[in-house]
């Protein structure tokens, strides 16, 4: 019932800048965190930041200093703002919602992805 559509990923040199976005359409009134995961290939989706409905944040160690969440909650919109990119960072990059009503009971959506590939 969530939709969720990345866009602006793209191929960037390293210590160069990327904006992705995230479309959320659907129930969103439920939510209660997004987030931006990445998937390097043959690895499982990891965590790198997330934005609470109450403006709390959360950054992975590796993207820390670097990125940047925010949320426009007029336009529905999800940002990952990427500085000082490096070839580490070269991965599939995906939004998410989530619901979390008890621990361990939760809804949770996925976007398609938008790559993200970072040169040397």
């Known amino acids: 019932q969530v939709r969720l559509v990345e866009s602006g990923g793209g191929l960037v040199q390293a210590g160069g800048s990327l904006r992705l976005s995230c479309s959320v359409s659907g129930n969103v009134a439920r939510i209660n965190v997004f987030g931006w995961h990445r998937r390097y290939p043959g690895k499982k989706r990891e965590s790198i930041a997330s934005?609470?409905?109450?403006?709390?944040?959360y950054y992975h160690d590796s993207v820390k200093g670097r990125f940047t969440i925010s949320r426009d909650n007029v336009k529905n919109i999800i940002y990952l703002e990427m500085n000082d990119l490096r070839p580490e960072d070269t991965a599939m990059y995906f939004c998410n919602a989530v619901q979390w009503r008890r621990a361990a009971d939760y809804d949770d959506y996925w976007g398609q992805g938008t790559q993200v590939t970072v040169s040397s």
């Open positions: 934005i609470t409905t109450s403006s709390r944040l």
